[in-house]
């Protein structure tokens, strides 16, 4: 589907109609975010524009994919969302908590897998009780409690994807910024990983989540595609 296609597609489903006109506020809504990096060395250094007015809203309740071209600019677009980087232009609001899950790792390579969720439950501020409950749940729901007390540098490509997934999923955020959250797992992870998300979806919380690809379309409500440095609404239909 071409960004001519998209775009008709976007304008007959709706997919785009003002975030304060629907009936429930978003949990994040971002509006003409633009940006841009320098590259190379005076006097040859350029401007490249990587985001030209890219949109989300994301609704309590709802599964949003991002899909785009490697280099489209779908990551930057996530590092803005949840704060992480700067944006040049545009509007970006958020409400309630938020959980991030970044496409490559942050972890700490001789901290063990325990010590990485008791790390992030005091960022989080969490109490133990708390923290043992959702890292017990966590450890099972993704199946790797037997690497609990195993350092990272020594975790295979797979757990260490799990325990990434598992820091952003530990404090139950209201909005989960996922990026390339499944690259890594094995068929029953992969199902394991949606039974997740489709349980959060309907406790209301709102998940966007970055894919090179979407196979399966009927999990999503929507889909963005990212295409030329905007965003294009595509709605999913069941």
């Not at 841009?36 to 006097?43: S, T």
């Not at 996530?78 to 790792?105: H, N, W, Y």
């Not at 709102?206 to 196979?215: C, E, N, V």
Request: hydrophobic share 40%.
């Amino acid at each position: 589907m071409n960004e001519t296609d998209l775009a008709e597609q976007s304008a007959e489903d709706g997919v785009w109609s003002d975030a304060a006109q629907e009936d429930t506020p978003p949990l994040l809504y971002a509006r003409a975010v633009t940006k841009a990096y320098h590259h190379g060395v005076w006097p040859w250094r350029r401007l490249f524009p990587v985001l030209k007015g890219a949109d989300v809203a994301l609704r309590p309740g709802e599964i949003v994919g991002l899909v785009g071209e490697n280099g489209s600019g779908k990551s930057t677009l996530m590092k803005i969302l949840v704060g992480a980087l700067g944006r040049d232009g545009g509007t970006v609001e958020r409400s309630g908590s938020m959980g991030f899950c970044p496409q490559d790792p942050i972890l700490y390579e001789r901290l063990t897998c325990d010590e990485h969720f008791e790390l992030f439950a005091k960022a989080y501020g969490m109490e133990q009780p708390d923290l043992d409950e959702s890292r017990s749940e966590i450890y099972e729901a993704l199946g790797f409690a037997g690497w609990s007390g195993v350092r990272v540098e020594e975790l295979s490509g797979g757990t260490r994807a799990k325990l990434n997934l598992g820091l952003a999923l530990l404090p139950d955020p209201d909005v989960l910024l996922l990026d390339e959250p499944y690259a890594g797992f094995d068929w029953d992870t992969y199902q394991r990983f949606w039974e997740l998300t489709a349980e959060r979806r309907a406790a209301g919380r709102g998940l966007l989540i970055i894919s090179h690809f979407i196979a399966d379309q009927e999990r999503f409500d929507r889909v963005l595609h990212l295409v030329e440095g905007r965003t294009v609404g595509q709605a999913v239909v069941s």
